[in-house]
């Protein structure tokens, strides 16, 4: 019995011996497991990464292509239905609403701001209210005349938005340099003014393009074509890609 003991202590001490060896041996076997998920995962950290900066790139191309600077400066599509609507230089066309009506409208509050004795003019009360009130006034007058006479002359339509321009300029002084109600009065009237244009602008366009022969197909129709193209194109490589 004793000898039988003796004899299975000396297996075990060189059974453990050898495993001792081995794992000498071999020291990288265990942490195999462990070697390769962490290479999977950078593997996958890698993939999402060139991922973003593809999407990234893709979305750049889109925004500084041709097309979407066209589309960028003239708000309408490049149709010859819209062309009372656009200035054309060279190969860009410019909203007309929006470069006859902004630069005036951004002119007169910074001429408020820079020169003092516009600043006191207009603040100035010759009559009942400031003179920033009558000109506010008068160009909303003028604003819905030329409105209306613009429905038969294109010189009075365009008229029309370069005094639309200045009297939103003039609300803007409005906001800024009087009691409160009043400001609530003119922030109303401005903005409400501004949702009310491009909505409307946006029901017209609508309108149009129903009317023509493509029947507001944007896919077939050559002045919407090349936008729907880009955007179309963009929609196709990431339904693919979830794929």
């Not at 656009?86 to 006859?100: A, T």
């Not at 003014?193 to 946006?202: A, E, H, N, Q, V």
Request: some cysteine; overall charge positive.
């Amino acid at each position: 019995m004793y000898t039988l003991a003796k004899i299975q202590n000396k297996d075990t001490t060189e059974t453990q011996k050898d495993h001792k060896n081995f794992e000498n041996e071999n020291p990288s076997l265990p942490e195999l497991g462990v070697t390769s998920e962490v290479n999977n995962c950078q593997s996958e950290k890698s993939k999402l990464k060139s991922k973003e900066k593809g999407t990234f790139a893709r979305i750049l191309s889109v925004i500084f292509s041709w097309t979407a600077i066209q589309l960028f400066f003239s708000h309408h599509p490049f149709c010859e239905t819209f062309d009372n609507h656009v200035f054309k230089i060279g190969k860009l066309r410019f909203c007309k609403g929006c470069f006859l009506s902004y630069p005036i409208a951004y002119t007169i509050p910074i001429i408020y701001f820079i020169w003092k004795a516009a600043r006191s003019f207009l603040l100035f009360t010759p009559l009942w209210i400031s003179n920033l009130w009558w000109f506010t006034i008068y160009t909303a007058i003028f604003t819905f005349i030329t409105r209306y006479l613009g429905r038969r002359s294109m010189f009075a339509n365009d008229l029309s938005k370069f005094i639309r321009g200045a009297l939103a300029g003039f609300l803007f002084i409005i906001i800024i340099s009087e009691i409160w109600y009043l400001k609530i009065i003119a922030a109303v009237a401005l903005f409400g003014g501004m949702l009310y244009l491009s909505l409307k602008r946006g029901k017209e366009m609508q309108h149009t393009c129903n009317q023509c022969e493509y029947g507001g197909d944007f896919n077939n129709c050559p002045g919407w074509r090349d936008i729907s193209e880009i955007f179309s194109t963009e929609k196709s490589e990431s339904s693919l890609k979830k794929e």
